[in-house]
């Protein structure tokens, strides 16, 4: 159980580092406010783009790693 459990440890890493890496930095707050712009169509509707299914799985992953961690650290497994 406890070799099974690292190994999804380590997928998981490996994942979540990727996923990271694949995301875009948001450039759009202050200097957005500054030159003016508008929200348009794709910014009102931004929980169906690509970006925003790569934030979810990002945050299961990361919230995945946190659990399994912390399974692996008690002594409850050992």
Avoid at 18 to 32: A, P, S
Avoid at 37 to 57: C, L, P
Wanted: charged residues 20%; aromatic residues 8%.
């Amino acid at each position: 159980m406890k070799i099974a459990l690292k190994i999804v440890f380590i997928l998981i890493a490996v994942a979540l580092a990727i996923i990271v890496l694949k995301q875009e930095g948001k450039d759009n707050g202050f200097t957005g406010s500054l030159t003016g712009q508008v929200d348009s169509y794709w910014s009102k509707n931004k929980k169906h783009s690509k970006e925003a299914v790569i934030q979810r799985v990002t945050a299961i992953l990361g919230a995945l790693f946190i659990i399994i961690a912390a399974l692996l650290s008690s002594k409850w497994l050992q």
